[in-house]
């Protein structure tokens, strides 16, 4: 029997390439929801569903209609500046929708894979995080999707919380660009561009996002896994990997420390997440960032 998946944030940057992938396997009934309506029309072999989810007559008219099997949380307010100013906004999002969602699928029997974020961390280690390490954000972005992970837990039997970080890949028009577009935006207008280079991170190619779904969505076990690329860089680091593979100019790169950009929402240091529990439990093998840096360009 087929299962129905409902994916939650089909229409932002992970959400969608998640949408396109699980609708291509014959075994799914999927389903998008989005706040606005499909940005890709017919591009693929899913149902889709604008509905505001943290309105709670929205989300339990969505559950009805879908009966889901499996639902895949991608919402989220992920700008950490925004969220820094925007609590309440920040907390009925990534803390009050994630509980509900969780509640309704305890009560209607639906497995739940939660996106959460390696931003959970202080950055304070100097060693790749593990899923057993204590949670400690910096930020208020950080701590908002801690919580979320904790209602998960507290109200779900059937879960899974995948941690991810600095997703990558080709955008859609009306997305959302990540930081490896822009820098390639930038190196090919001959523009220069400030990068940080004393924050480490784990980037992840945004199929890999999809591989790790649908290796839970088969995997019974609860808890949380890291799903994320395997080698941790710098973000001055990932901007030149770019310039190398692409064949731009080096030169326009300008790295900064993190107290020469003077932003003003705080950032973990050191984020990079270890991926050996998916790897041993799931077989997880992600893309070499150089991999998917050629797949997100088309070369």
Same mark, same amino acid.
């Given at each position: @029997?087929?299962?129905?998946?409902? $994916?939650?944030? #089909? ?43 943290? %309105? ?11 009966? +889901? ?12 500046? /925004? ?14 929708? *994630?509980?509900?969602? #969780?509640?309704?699928?305890? $009560? ?11 931003? *959970? ?5 100097? %060693? ?31 879960? #899974?919380? @995948? !941690?991810?970080?600095? *997703? ?14 822009? *820098?390639?935006? !930038? ?26 779904i649908e290796k839970l969505i088969q995997h019974s076990n609860n808890g949380i896994y890291h799903i994320c690329g395997s ?8 901007? /030149? !990997?770019? #310039? ?15 107290? %020469? @950009?003077?932003?003003?929402? +705080? ?16 077989? /997880? %093998? ?9 797949? @997100?360009?088309?070369?």
């Amino acid at each position: @029997m087929k299962k129905k998946i409902l $994916v939650i944030g #089909a229409n932002g940057f992970t959400g969608r390439r998640v949408l396109n992938d699980l609708s291509c396997n014959d075994e799914y009934i999927v389903t998008g929801c989005s706040l606005h309506d499909d940005i890709a029309p017919g591009s693929g072999n899913y149902h889709f569903i604008s509905a505001d989810v943290c %309105q709670m007559g929205e989300q339990a008219a969505l559950f009805r209609e879908v009966r +889901p099997n499996v639902v895949i949380n991608a919402s989220a307010l992920s700008v950490p500046d /925004y969220c820094e100013t925007h609590h309440e906004e920040a907390e009925s999002i990534n803390i009050t929708a *994630v509980g509900q969602f #969780a509640f309704r699928c305890e $009560v209607s029997g639906a497995r739940f894979i939660h996106l959460s974020t390696d931003f *959970v961390f202080s950055g304070d280690s100097g %060693q790749l995080y593990k899923e057993v390490d204590t949670p400690a954000p910096v930020n208020y972005y950080g701590v908002t999707k801690l919580k979320g992970e904790q209602r998960v837990a507290e109200l779900c039997s059937n879960y #899974a919380i @995948m !941690r991810i970080a600095v *997703v990558y890949g080709a955008t859609l028009p009306g997305q959302h660009g990540n930081v490896l577009q822009l *820098v390639a935006d !930038r190196l090919r207008n001959n523009e220069e561009i400030k990068v940080v280079s004393d924050q480490w991170r784990t980037p992840t190619y945004v199929g890999d996002v999809s591989q790790g779904i649908e290796k839970l969505i088969q995997h019974s076990n609860n808890g949380i896994y890291h799903i994320c690329g395997s080698e941790c860089l710098t973000i001055a680091d990932i901007a /030149y !990997r770019v #310039a190398d593979t692409l064949n731009l100019d080096y030169s326009l790169i300008l790295p900064v420390t993190t107290k %020469q @950009m003077e932003e003003t929402t +705080p950032r973990p240091r050191f984020s990079g997440l270890s991926i050996e529990k998916a790897r041993t439990e799931l077989g /997880y %093998q992600p893309h070499t960032l150089e991999e998917g840096i050629k797949l @997100m360009f088309n070369i």
